[in-house]
Structures are given as structure tokens and as C-alpha cells.
């Protein structure tokens, strides 16, 4: 079926700003508030949000799968258990609504003036039910860094990394949207091979700058996604900070890997921008050597340009961008993520959530982590308000953003931002 929604020609009647993230070939969804009304499933365009529930209560996706209950909803997840084909449709169908020359709600003022809210007077929410969070560990400058650091630069990387698109099982309850200030954890640090563990704030907090992929349903129990099928069952991305402490870290991991130092705080951003907007930014990945087994090729340019970057902003200060990275250099893509997931009949739902761990790129500016631009804490960044940064301050606040850009089209995801407390 085509996207005819991705047409790079499309103008919108709803103005929207230059350089916005959300032109009408974007159309992410999300879901919003404005003042007392109940949470409702939106769509983003330039600086407005379409209320899906009021556009289907007037009748305008009557040619779709899709009631006006299927968006009076506080998640995504009733309108994605209908799957991919209708979800396109819904799409394509709201694109040529509030394409230019189609009038057909454009000259109904009080129709537009129920459908459309300001984007600056809406409150946005978690935009699914999580039912199971996954962090991959698939950028292999990443892995290069951490094993140089922690092990050896001649064996940086583990025997199965290339052969395995590694992962961990993290926990969905602690994963909040964008905005949600956090505390400092506290936990166990055994800050010297000879001291005794202490029980103490985290000193050594960071960001890990991913992006996520949300499922549609996938298949029942004891079935497995194949990487040609996986598109069929993503439903799209979200910037994703994963937080991480990596002194509690450091102490807790042996034998069975990241527990407490992972699971107080993730941040999503609350657009999720469908994978069939991605689909223009595709990009060939890496060779990969040595050859992956059967069930791991695929076919076709299976990754996607995504530009992302970090920022920290100093309580009362201005930001500092500290880098800037790209979602094209995972050595494993989506497809050969979920097909992994799966390949033992390990079910996926419908909202699970599977982050691409942290994504650094080549050069020593597109480090995804503070742990690998501080080089574990052996230097420091300079902050616009000359205060330096080895890892992240109480009161910072961490700010990730990402778009994809091509043939004068912009499709982006917004912003994810959180403000670190004092620990409790
Ligand atoms: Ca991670």
C-alpha cells in the first residue's frame, strides 16, 4: 500500500513554522490534555495538535477502521491493536484532510476550532502502555569504548558481540515522558577495590543517548518475527534517555548484568513518529563481518538517518549541546532486534518498547554517554556558564532532541527533557 502521506510535496493548510519537526509528512501521534478535558490521541502539525477523537466524532475517518472511542483513550494502544495496514490508512487519511487544496474541513471554522488545540496549551502524557521494556546494546563504537575502558583495547569487544545483537530484559513501570523531573538514586557504591560497599547518593549519574521502537501485536507464544517481517510489527520510534548510574552500576552487574542502576528513570519523548514517516530516511548499515547466521540477514537498507544530540542546561544557565550522534550507526538494525527477541518464541505485545542502547558514533564529538566524553571521568566538558560537567549535576537538566532530514523535508521527534533532583 502506498504512503501516499510521505509525498515531500505536501503543503498543509495549518501553518507551519520553518523548521519545524512536525510538517504534514510527519503527523506523529501522541497523546494529550487541554485543561480539565480527558486525555485524548493527537496528532502533531507545526505547532498545533489534531484531536483524533473530535475528527472522528464529526465524521471525517468514517472511511477507516477507526471510531471516536478508539481516541478517547489515555494510551496508543487500542488504536495500534488494530496493526500496521490500518494505522497507514488513518495516517493517509489525516494527511490529505489537511493537505492545501482539500477544503472539506478547512472552510468549517467551527469545526477547525474544535479539532485543533495550540500545542503550548496541552499537557502531554506517556503515550503508550509499556508492557515490557528491552534495552539492546548495538552501537559497536559504543561497545568499542566501554570494553577499552573497563577492559582491554585489544579485546574491547566480548566474543559474541558481533555475532549476537546483545540485550536485557529492564523494567517499564520507572519509564516517564518528557518533563518528568527525578530524583538522584541512592544505592550501593563501593567507591575503592579495598573499601567497604556504603549505601550513598549516585556520584557517577549519566544520559545514554537511544532511540526506541514501540511493537505493534506481534505473534502468539512459541512464534518467531522473521527481519523481512519486523516492519509489519513497529509501530514507531521515540527519542529515549536511558539514565543510568554508573557507580551502582559498576558494583552491582556480576554475575547477571544491570538491575538497580537502570530501572529509577527512563525518558521518552511523547511523539511517536511512525515508522512509515521513517521510511524516506533509510540507509544501508554496516558490513557485517563475520556473517551473521540465516535467521539474522536481511534485505535491503534496513537502518535510518536519524540526527541526535545531548544537551545540559545548568539550573538558571543556558545549554550546552555536548554531542551529537546519529541513529544510522547501530551495527544491528530493528528488524534484526525483533527478530532475535523472537527467534526462540518469546511473544511481543502490543507497546513494548525496545531501546537501541547507547548510540555513539566514530568521533570523539558523537559519544553517546558522559561515561565515554569524560573517558570514565579523566576529563571534563566545559559548560556555557563555564561551570564543567565529568558526569550529571543535581538541578541539570538533560535535553535530547532528533530529525531526520531529506529533499527540504524535515521529520522530527521533538525534544525529551528531564530535570535531575537531590537525591531523597
Ligand atoms: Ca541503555
Redesign the pocket.
Known amino acids: 500500500m502506498n504512503i501516499s502521506a510521505n509525498n515531500p510535496n505536501l503543503k498543509s493548510w495549518v501553518t507551519v513554522p520553518a523548521n519545524s519537526d512536525f510538517p504534514i509528512q510527519n503527523l506523529p501521534f501522541g497523546i494529550f490534555s487541554e485543561g480539565a478535558n480527558d486525555k485524548r490521541v493527537g496528532v502533531a502539525l507545526g505547532d498545533k495538535i489534531i484531536d483524533l477523537y473530535q475528527l472522528a466524532s464529526f465524521g471525517y475517518l468514517n472511511n477507516t477502521s477507526f471510531s471516536a472511542s478508539d481516541f478517547e483513550q489515555d494510551t496508543l494502544n487500542a488504536m495500534m491493536l488494530k496493526g500496521k495496514a490500518a494505522n497507514r490508512i488513518l495516517r493517509n487519511r489525516i494527511s490529505e484532510i489537511f493537505e492545501e487544496s482539500n477544503d472539506e474541513l478547512k472552510k468549517n471554522e467551527q469545526h477547525v476550532a474544535q479539532i485543533l488545540s495550540n500545542q503550548k496549551d496541552c499537557e502531554l502524557h506517556l503515550p503508550v502502555q509499556i508492557g515490557d521494556y528491552t534495552?539492546f546494546y548495538s552501537s559497536e563504537q559504543h561497545a568499542y569504548n566501554v570494553g577499552c575502558m573497563f577492559r582491554d583495547p585489544n579485546n574491547a569487544l566480548l566474543p559474541n558481540w558481533k555475532h549476537i545483537p546483545v540485550g536485557y530484559h529492564g523494567r517499564s513501570s520507572s519509564i516517564v515522558v518528557s518533563g518528568t523531573p527525578f530524583h538522584r538514586p541512592m544505592g550501593q557504591l563501593k567507591p575503592s577495590p579495598e573499601e567497604d560497599p556504603i549505601f550513598a547518593p549516585c556520584r557517577l549519574l549519566d544520559f545514554?543517548l537511544?532511540m526506541a521502537f514501540i511493537t505493534f501485536q506481534g505473534k502468539p507464544l512459541g512464534e518467531r518475527i522473521s527481519t523481512e517481517e519486523a516492519d509489519e510489527y513497529i509501530f514507531g520510534m521515540t527519542l529515549f534517555n536511558?539514565w543510568?548510574a554508573r557507580d551502582i552500576q559498576k558494583w552491582e552487574y556480576i554475575p547477571l548484568g544491570p538491575f538497580l542502576a537502570?530501572n529509577f528513570a527512563s525518558h521518552m519523548s511523547p511523539w511517536i513518529v511512525t515508522l512509515d514517516a521513517l521510511e524516506p530516511f533509510r540507509t544501508s548499515g554496516p558490513v557485517q563481518d563475520p556473517k551473521v547466521l540465516p535467521y539474522l540477514e536481511y534485505k535491503g537498507d534496513k537502518h535510518i538517518d536519524i540526527n541526535i544530540e545531548m544537551g545540559i542546561q545548568p539550573e538558571g544557565t543556558s545549554e550546552t549541546v555536548v554531542t551529537k550522534s546519529n541513529y544510522k550507526h547501530m551495527y544491528w538494525n530493528m528488524n534484526q532486534q525483533l527478530a532475535h527477541h523472537s527467534v526462540n518464541g518469546c511473544n511481543i505485545n502490543c507497546g513494548d518498547t525496545m531501546?537501541s542502547?547507547?548510540i555513539s558514533g566514530p568521533t570523539e564529538g558523537s559519544y553517546g554517554s558522559m561515561l565515554e566524553i569524560s573517558w570514565a571521568g579523566s576529563k571534563s566538558v566545559k559548560m556555557a556558564d563555564g561551570t564543567e560537567r565529568k558526569f550529571i549535576q543535581d538541578n541539570d537538566t538533560v535535553i535530547m532532541r532528533g530529525y531526520s532530514e531529506k529533499d527540504g523535508v524535515r521529520v522530527g521527534f521533538g525534544e525529551v527533557s528531564a530535570k535531575v533532583l537531590p537525591a531523597k
Open positions: 534495552d545514554e537511544e536511558d543510568s537502570k531501546a542502547g547507547t
